[in-house]
């Protein structure tokens, strides 16, 4: 069966389910074909990943929601191209250096090229650190996630970026595919990490079967899919 085929016949499906308009939450949109990214085998695109952090941190984990920031793949993207620092300042919305946790989702897309991999960026004002997470030792995401770093840093109130910033890595994806499961997993557990919560110790980046990655964009359709159409 053609692809395009196959993913118009999974649209349909998840129409089905969140309607032909898709839902809102607190002004992200997700319609029936982002939803249709987390099934198996799938790349993750910005929507799916902007729409499941925003649930993260305004509904799942609303309690400690004063103390993170998590960037949207759209402003993280502008912000690798943007160097005046009033430019910047407008696209950061809160008083970084208040927060005990950053999180930026980090893409290798260029100006004229869409990206092929994820990685999670975190910065920790509070503990003067920045680490980026990367489900592959093979892409070269890390030199993207310092270039956002150090236009955040003076936001943060993080000095000598280049000698705080350190790179955690795995071998643990075994596909082209699933490095956005990757980075929401890992944004879920820094939160959990930074904030003291129960299930925040081990490791990012944790080896997981097949089995267990489908299982993790299951849930994450369906929490989508029972979200109310439009909250704020």
């Not at 925003?54 to 191209?81: G, R």
């Not at 490791?203 to 097949?210: D, I, L, R, V």
Request: hydrophobic share 35%; with cysteine.
């Amino acid at each position: 069966m053609p692809a395009t085929r196959r993913s118009r016949r999974a649209d349909n499906a998840f129409a089905d389910k969140i309607g032909q308009e898709g839902k809102n939450c607190h002004d992200v949109h997700i319609r029936a074909n982002d939803l249709s990214t987390l099934n198996r085998c799938e790349w993750l695109n910005d929507q799916v990943i902007s729409f499941q952090n925003t649930l993260l941190i305004n509904h799942k984990y609303k309690s400690v929601k004063e103390n993170v920031v998590i960037f949207s793949p759209a402003v993280a993207h502008c912000l690798k191209f943007l160097d005046k620092e009033n430019e910047i300042a407008d696209m950061i919305k809160d008083d970084l250096r208040s927060k005990r946790l950053i999180l930026v989702p980090v893409n290798n897309a260029s100006a004229y090229d869409d990206g092929s991999h994820w990685s999670l960026l975190l910065l920790a004002p509070q503990d003067d650190s920045v680490i980026h997470v990367d489900s592959s030792r093979c892409s070269n995401n890390a030199k993207v996630g310092l270039t956002i770093a150090r236009k955040l840093a003076p936001f943060a109130g993080i000095d000598n970026i280049d000698q705080v910033f350190w790179e955690l890595n795995s071998e643990d994806q075994k596909n082209n595919y699933d490095c956005g499961m990757y980075t929401l997993k890992n944004a879920e557990k820094a939160i959990r990490c930074f904030s003291g919560l129960v299930g925040g110790d081990g490791e990012f980046c944790p080896a997981t079967s097949s089995e267990v990655n489908l299982r993790f964009r299951q849930q994450a359709q369906k929490m989508i899919i029972d979200h109310p159409a439009k909250c704020a």
